[in-house]
């Protein structure tokens, strides 16, 4: 069973206008929530996270949006850019238990195309 | 100040091999996980540590095994390797919820 879900495999805008990329979740557990970036042949990198207790995070053109109540999240690229072309996961982790980190839980990723 | 490595970057294994991945982090982190990533899923935990000389199995750890002899360095071992195991395998460190990547070693099993 999959608890944290990226419906759309792909995503396709056209550059200067805005990018939305949304992420669901079933495991009410989750407290924090990540955006990774991927290229080819290279590992995820770090893009955005945000807490539980916050309802938006923002650095730069990225802002990650949290509703809880509705157990979905997004993340806007606002302008977008052609260097944004790439696979952007979202993941999840539950509260430490016992002072260790046991992981994250990833969507399956969308791959974001961005048009000139 | 490297980050995460992995070695190697690729290796092909015939069915019944093994071998085992080598991951290193200088950024002085705890925490250190396995993933692996197979065409149209997203990154599934293998085995993960919280510190050095302690292991725990993932969502996946079945047919692979870890150790954490050193603080810097998580190991992956596949015994007896299966054409179920070609993936690509990710390395990842952290203090707290942000983790670090390491660039992938891409597994062919046949």
């Known amino acids: 069973d999959q608890q944290v879900k990226q419906n759309s495999p792909s995503l396709s805008v056209q550059e200067g206008r805005i990018s939305i990329l949304n992420c669901d979740y079933t495991n009410s557990m989750f407290d924090y929530f990540l955006w990774y970036k991927k290229y080819p042949a290279e590992g995820p990198t770090f893009l955005i996270s945000i807490s539980s207790i916050k309802d938006k995070n923002e650095d730069g053109r990225f802002t990650v949006f949290l509703n809880k109540s509705a157990k979905h999240l997004s993340l806007h690229i606002v302008p977008s850019q052609p260097g944004d072309s790439a696979v952007y996961f979202c993941a999840a982790s539950r509260p430490y238990s016992g002072g260790g980190a046991d992981g994250l839980t990833f969507g399956k990723g969308t791959h974001l195309i961005i048009q000139p | 100040n490297a980050g995460v490595t992995q070695t190697p970057k690729f290796r092909v294994l015939k069915t019944g091999q093994s071998m085992t991945l080598l991951c290193a982090q200088d950024m002085n982190h705890e925490y250190m996980y396995w993933y692996r990533q197979d065409p149209g899923m997203g990154l599934r935990l293998i085995h993960y540590s919280v510190g050095e000389g302690t292991t725990a199995k993932g969502e996946v750890p079945d047919g692979y095994n870890v150790s954490r002899l050193k603080k810097q360095n998580f190991l992956l071992g596949l015994e007896s390797a299966a054409p179920s195991q070609t993936s690509v395998y990710f390395c990842?460190?952290?203090?707290?919820?942000?983790?670090?990547f390491g660039p992938g070693t891409r597994l062919t099993v046949l």
């Open positions: 990842a460190s952290s203090k707290l919820n942000e983790q670090f």
